[in-house]
């Protein structure tokens, strides 16, 4: 599918959608409907790092990845946060924030790789602490990837200023 049917970049916000039905990026994958931008040329196995970006999500957006660090030892990621309902999980488990519907909140998220730790925080508030999920390669990806199960008919969410740091 053309990019420009999934993705606008327009007065600096970034915005992503897919619908439920679209299929994988590629035909032989196994993966959920997509529309992501991975931070290239920041991918990293050591240090501390930091993704920061002011995101939206619609009223509706339900069952979709908005933020995901890729790479782990065990599994493909180290961290994904949902959207159900309008909350914010870690996976589909932990609760992470609640009533992101229809504002722009900052999303900060802090991977300590030698501590094994990540930090999430909205709004300049912590909200959840996690281990990772072991040594890897890691990167940061932002906008929507269609959940593996109770993902809504359309998904979106837009991103703006966005910025990775390296301590």
């Known amino acids: ?22 299929k994988p990026f590629k035909p032989d994958s196994g ?4 529309a ?4 290239k040329g920041h991918d990293y196995s ?23 660090i890729h790479g782990a030892a065990e ?19 932990n609760l992470v ?13 802090i991977h300590d790789v030698g501590k094994g730790k990540i930090t999430v925080f909205i709004d300049g508030e912590e909200k959840f602490v996690v281990n990772d999920q072991g040594p890897g390669d890691f990167y940061f990806k932002c906008g929507v990837y269609a959940a593996p199960a109770r993902s809504s008919n359309f998904m ?12």
């Not at 961290?79 to 589909?92: A, F, P, S, T």
């Not at 979106?156 to 301590?167: C, H, V, Y």
């Open 97 to 109: 924030a609640t009533d992101l519907y229809d504002k722009w909140f900052r999303e900060n998220v």
């Open 31 to 34: 993966t959920r409907p997509r």
């Open 46 to 68: 050591s240090g501390i790092w930091q993704f920061e970006g002011y995101a939206f999500v619609p009223t509706g957006t339900s069952g979709v990845t908005i933020v995901q």
């Open 156 to 167: 979106e969410s837009r991103w703006r200023d966005i910025k990775l740091f390296k301590k």
């Open 1 to 22: 599918m053309p990019l420009s049917q999934r993705y606008n970049y327009s007065d600096g916000v970034r915005s992503f959608w897919v619908y439920n039905k679209d």
């Open 36 to 39: 992501e931008v991975r931070i």
């Open 75 to 93: 599994g493909a990621t180290t961290l994904q946060l949902r959207i159900y309902d309008g909350n914010m999980r870690y996976y589909r488990y």
